[in-house]
Every structure is written in C-alpha cells, then in structure tokens.
C-alpha cells in the first residue's frame, strides 16, 4: 500500500512540475509598443481605501507610454478615501473621482463599481485596477502592447504579491502556484475554450469594444470572482484572452494577517474549485502531490515502507519543494514561503471544503461591510 501510496504522489507531484516548466518558459513580460494608439482608462474601485488609495492612484498617474486617464469609483466610502482622491485631482486633471450609486439588489459591490466605472471612461481599452495594486511606469502601456500583438481582448496577469505575515505567507502564495502549476497556457492561447479562460482580478485590461459586446460586470453582476467568469464570457463570445507575467508591472498586498485572508479567499471560493465535483479532484491532486509525500516520509521514519516506496516519496517531495520554488522565484515572492508550501496546501483546502460545506443561505463572511448570499454551485 505505502508503494501505491507513493507513486500516486509523485504522480500527482509531476503534473504541476511538467505544467509549470511550459507555462514558466513561456510566459514572459511584456514590452510596451513606441507606436500609442490607445487611450487608457485606469479604472479603481475603492471603498475605504484611505491608507492605500493615494499610492495607487499617483502610480497609476505616472503610467507612461499611453494617453491617459484615471478614474476612482467611491462605494460609498466611510473614511477618508473621497477626499484623498478628490484633492488629487484637483492638481491633476486626467484623475476623476466618481461617486458610485447605491448598491441595486443582484449586484457585488466591486461589479457595480466597475461598471459604472467602465460607463464614465472614454479610453478605447479600459484597465481594471484593485486599489491596493501599485503600477509600474510602463505597465499600461505594456498590457495594451500585448493586446495589440495577440489580439486579445482581456488581458491579464497576477501583481507581484507582497506578504507581511505568516498569515498571508500562508494563503496567498496560491493564486500563482494554481495559475503556473495547473493551467496549461500554451492550451490556453491554442484553445477558445472558455474553460480555460482565467485572469487575476487585480488587473485586467480589456478592449472596450469587446467589453460592452460582451456585456461587462453586468454581464456577471453576482459573482464574487471576476478573475474567472469574466474571461470564460469573453471566450464563449469568441474573444481571445490571454495571461502575461505581471510580477514586474504592478505590486499589491491584497490581506493584512491570516483573518482576512482567509475571508477574502472564502468569499469567492464557491466560484473556484469549491463546487462537488471539482474540490474532490482538487483535493486529490494537491494533497497528493504536496503533501502525501511528507506524511510518506514521516512513516518512513517511524518504521513503515519498502526502500522503492521512501525514495519514491522522497522524489515527489523534491518534484513539490522545486516546482513550488521555481514558481516562488519567478514570480519574486518571498523565498522564505517555499518551505512552508504543505502547510499553504492544507489551508487552501481548508478554506475551499469549508466554503464548500457551508449551509446554503449562511452567505459568504463579510468584506467591506456587505454579506452575500451563498447558492448552489
């Protein structure tokens, strides 16, 4: 049984390693285009935003490269976010401040927010920021460059991820090690799948045009994951989308402390791999792969397993320690998480069978003072 044991976990090790090795050879930042012909608009969402909003909305002002404008949506903001922004933009014109209507029923907040975001701007490409997510120089006109090579319609890519707890050292590593270790991208640029359509809600820069032919966030108005549906509805309109490495365009520290990680990560887990089908295959490729081989190695060191089963799990273990490493080192998060990478698998699934056994109707943890309610996947 150890024997089996083992080569199911290098097995499910050495998917996400060989997956990684293509996605990390291929994805690549890129470069802006000397030739402007677009007019972005930076969009940003903000509700009590106060300590971040100013950082976020001088980098986004400083964008070079592109014709420019950058609008902040106030949600009904309680601290000091509106007037921060507001005394910005009086020294500034390309920045405006738009007030956000309230919240109609069948509405989250941060799609309401974007779309009437997207209803103000006039840029021909409309880039959605977070409002804690920090943009480099040359980052708009980067995206908008490589929506012009490949003609995509969405394109996006995940911010490096600055992390200032163990709590977040504990969660957020995630995003990228599911996005490098388990989606194909070479598949993804070959295929109009909408399945394999994905995008980090940080950022995503879209052609307008295709934006209101697809309908936008109000073509996705309930959902608490933009990052997923809303590329699969490009797709299934028939609109290329595409991922960019974007460690070196944006930074952002999305949670502060393992609390709110784990709330933000719960809110949309119901639209990632939580539903009945998928989490039990999820749970069986990461479990299995990260950490099975060190339960492996654990009874190999109380007594328990033939010779071939301990090196086997040993294989798997490095396969896990240098996979996790590669994507860490790549895309510049703290080396320091490689270690902890079993420990990042278990609260990942945590928080997902949590989400996914929470009674209907109890609604998601509250974030930003709102509560949604939790269907039926």
């Known amino acids: 049984m150890m ?31 000397l030739d402007v012909r677009s007019r972005i608009s930076v969009l940003i969402p903000a509700r009590n935003e106060a300590p971040v909003i100013a950082t976020t909305v001088r980098a986004a002002l400083a964008s070079a490269g592109v014709a420019l404008e950058v609008l902040v949506g106030d949600d009904h903001s309680t601290d000091d976010t509106a007037a921060i922004v507001a005394g910005i933009a009086a020294t500034d014109h390309r920045l405006r401040l738009i007030p956000i209507p309230p919240l109609p029923e069948g509405w989250t907040g941060k799609n309401h927010a974007c779309a009437r975001l997207a209803e103000a701007a006039q840029g021909t490409h409309l880039l959605f920021v977070d409002a ?25 890519g995940v911010p490096r991820q600055i992390m200032g707890t163990l709590g977040e050292r504990l969660t957020v590593p995630m995003i990228n090690f599911l996005l490098v270790g388990y989606l194909p991208m070479a598949m993804m640029r070959a295929s109009p799948r909408p399945s394999l359509g994905a995008a980090c809600g940080q950022l995503v820069l879209v052609a307008r045009a295709a934006y209101e032919a697809t309908g936008g966030h109000g073509a996705v108005r309930t959902s608490l994951h933009d990052g997923v549906v809303l590329p699969r509805r490009f797709r299934r309109a028939g609109y290329r989308t595409d991922l960019v490495a974007a460690h070196a365009l944006a930074t952002c520290r999305m949670y502060r402390g393992f609390g709110q990680s784990w709330a933000g990560f719960s809110k949309n887990a119901r639209e990632g791999m939580a539903t009945p089908r998928a989490l039990p295959v999820w749970t069986l490729l990461l479990a299995g792969g990260h950490v099975l081989p060190w339960l492996l190695l654990l009874a190999a060191l109380l007594g328990f397993g033939s010779g071939a089963a301990v090196f086997l799990a040993a294989a798997a273990a490095l396969v ?8 860490t080192l790549v895309t510049r998060e703290p080396a320091g998480t490689i270690l902890l990478h079993p420990f990042t698998v278990l609260v990942a699934l945590a928080i997902q069978w949590r989400a996914l056994l929470r009674r209907r109707g109890a609604g998601t943890p509250a974030w930003k003072g709102r509560s949604y309610p939790v269907g039926d996947s």
Not at 8 to 23: H, K, M, R, S, T
Not at 320 to 326: D, M, N, W
Request: a neutral charge.
């Open 3 to 33: 024997l089996g044991l083992a080569i199911l976990a290098l097995a499910c090790a050495a998917l996400p390693g060989l997956i990684a090795w293509v996605n990390l050879s291929i994805l690549r930042t890129p470069e802006p285009d």
């Open 132 to 156: 804690d997510v920090t943009l480099a120089p040359a980052a708009a006109a980067a995206l908008v460059a490589h929506a012009r090579r490949t003609d995509s319609a969405l394109v996006s």
């Open 320 to 327: 896990s320690l240098a996979t996790r490493a590669a994507i």
